[in-house]
């Protein structure tokens, strides 16, 4: 086979090679888009159930913080607000102001949105920040909040001791997981059953994580004054 002919399909073999390419990258960037639009569907649908058949779930826990720390003025902090569930129900039944922090800025327009329906514009503000290393002073925080967010923080005792920094004197938190008493899950079960949405309701969390040791975390944070609740979930309630 002559020089020419070699060097005739080599050329024909890398033009093939770049045509394939970029199909694949169309297909690639197509399929980047659909699973963009399918996480801006699912992330819609989590927030219309937050927002309504999981909504009880929420203002129970508003009424325990409420209730067991005692703190119904001053500044709340919803660490991992996510669309700010936990804060907004808190704000309903207390005086208190409110800073929704979260890592995605997605979650934080959520929490925008509802601050605005819920008429809390003068009383909240969102906050774009890493709870590992919070842009708060020392001593700012009168109650941290936080659901459903621990069991996802890469160093648990790291973000306990930054929550614990911003605590004001007698400042208390109330931070862990949960789905409400077995009553709240029946109704909610009920409903989703009845919208074709049962699927939705999941008995298992975080897999591995909500095993983590969190006395003994909470023990290299260097906190001591503190208690872990394990009625209709587990929170962890500090003290400065």
């Known amino acids: 086979m002559s020089t020419k002919v070699i060097l005739k399909r080599l050329v024909g073999c890398a033009s093939l090679i770049l045509i394939l390419g970029a199909v694949g990258m169309g297909f690639a960037k ?13 992330a819609s649908r989590y927030d219309e159930t937050a927002r309504g058949v999981n909504a009880p779930i929420y203002d129970y826990y508003a009424q325990q913080i409420k209730t067991k720390t005692g703190i119904t003025k001053g500044v ?12 907004l129900a808190l704000a309903r039944i207390t005086d208190l102001t409110f800073i929704f922090l979260d890592i995605s800025e997605n979650a934080l327009n959520k929490a925008k ?50 929550i614990y920094r911003i605590l004001a004197p007698g400042g208390r938190t109330y931070v862990g997981g949960g789905k409400g008493t077995p009553e709240i899950q029946a109704q909610i079960k009920a409903k989703l059953k009845a919208m074709g949405r049962e699927k939705e309701w999941f008995d298992k969390g975080p897999g591995q994580r909500l095993q983590r040791d969190y006395d003994a975390i909470m023990k290299s944070a260097g906190i001591s004054d503190y208690t872990i609740i394990r009625d209709a979930g587990f929170w962890i309630v500090m003290r400065k």
Do not use: M
């Not at 969102?126 to 659901?147: F, Q, Y």
């Open 113 to 162: 949105e509802h601050i605005a329906e819920d008429g809390l514009r003068e009383r909240a503000r969102t906050l774009l920040a890493d709870v590992h290393s919070i842009p708060l002073p020392d001593g700012s925080v009168d109650l941290v909040i936080s659901r459903g967010s621990i069991h996802f923080w890469k160093d648990p005792a790291a973000a306990l001791k930054e």
């Open 76 to 87: 709340c902090l919803d660490a991992g607000s996510g669309g700010g569930y936990l804060g």
């Open 30 to 42: 197509e399929n980047a888009v659909q699973d963009k639009d399918i996480g801006k569907a699912s």
